[in-house]
């Protein structure tokens, strides 16, 4: 999830490549025609074998009347597969087109399958067209019980706050990136309520905003120790020598110059004193900023070992078949 979209479908094809180098089944429905697989960054050298369905350059092209007959030869086979809806025409054609493709899918995969729905809150918006109910209700059905049929769907959009709630609670793993909208920030949030623990969720997700508790002190070692002694040392100066100038009373040169060093001295405490605590302050934050990145790090790591891991058992590797 990430706005703009390009960097959310940049990073799932990341992982996506990651599931074709293992063999996996996978379809992809591109309604932007955006999903380019079969030649390297650079386009100077081969990519993936994928099968290209509609758009602007098809293996095969396809119309709206095709859809349950192209989901029925996708579930049936092995292959890897783009599912291009841009050259449609009309967001009707498309709704139509992913309502016949899904509910036909659904009746006849029986193996393992990653479906892959970019710009998800298109096929499972939160306030649904009227008229549209059903194109819901399909994907609703593959995202919440299509485990049984083999399905493990993948969602990508730039506006969680408008894909339906009962779809995107089904979310095991969940990747958000920038978000700045509230409402989409706020849908982010209760998701990790209800699948995590959101104080724990709330600094790995909005670090910017992060307020870190604050401490007068580090924690560890000797820095605690010298900046307490300078604390000490400062505060004894400024109190003692101050005590000292306003007990003199001046009768003549040599008390005045002792009043007034005894000033001097006091106020160089306060500054030893205030320096120390601003010290004491700025290296617990670090402390603090610093314990956080290393928990982001190692929730990373094991973020990413689960999502390499999605397709511990794929399925054997067979060549590409035209249907």
């Known amino acids: 999830m990430s706005e703009p979209p390009a960097r959310a479908t940049y990073a799932a094809k990341g992982f996506v490549e990651r599931l074709l180098e293992s063999g996996a089944r996978v379809a992809i429905v591109d309604p932007l025609g955006v999903w380019g697989l079969r030649a390297s960054c650079d386009g100077s050298a081969p990519g993936y074998p994928v099968v290209v369905f509609g758009g602007r350059h098809a293996d095969i092209p396809i119309t709206a009347d095709a859809a349950a007959i192209l989901g029925q030869v996708i579930a049936r086979e092995a292959l890897v597969c783009v599912v291009d809806l841009s050259e ?76 339906h709630k009962d779809v995107l609670s089904q979310a095991d793993i969940l990747v958000a990136m920038k978000l700045t909208a509230s409402q989409d920030r706020d849908a982010i949030g209760a998701w990790i ?82 320096l120390s605590l601003f010290l004491g302050i700025m290296i617990s934050q670090l402390d603090v900023i610093a314990d956080e990145l290393r928990k982001l790090s190692a929730v990373s790591a094991e973020e990413l070992r689960q999502l390499s891991a999605v397709s511990a058992e794929p399925a054997p590797s067979q060549p590409v078949q035209s249907p």
């Open 88 to 163: 449609l025409g009309s967001s009707a054609a498309r709704r139509r087109f992913m309502a016949a493709f899904a509910e036909a899918l659904y009746e006849a995969n029986e193996e393992q399958l990653h479906i892959v729905l970019d710009a998800a809150d298109l096929w499972a918006p939160q306030r649904p067209i009227k008229g549209w109910e059903s194109l819901l209700g399909h994907i609703e059905e593959i995202v919440r019980r299509g485990r049984v049929r083999g399905f493990i769907p993948w969602l990508i959009t730039q506006r969680p706050a408008v894909v």
């Open 193 to 274: 309520e209800s699948q995590a623990d959101r104080q724990e969720g709330k600094p790995r997700q909005w670090a910017s905003t992060r307020v870190y508790p604050t401490t007068i002190f580090p924690t560890i070692g000797r820095r605690n120790a010298v900046l307490m002694f300078l604390m000490g040392l400062g505060l004894i100066l400024a109190i003692g020598w101050f005590i000292n100038g306003i007990s003199i009373e001046p009768a003549n040169v040599i008390d005045q110059q002792v009043r007034y060093l005894s000033y001097v001295i006091s106020a160089a405490g306060w500054i030893i004193f205030t």
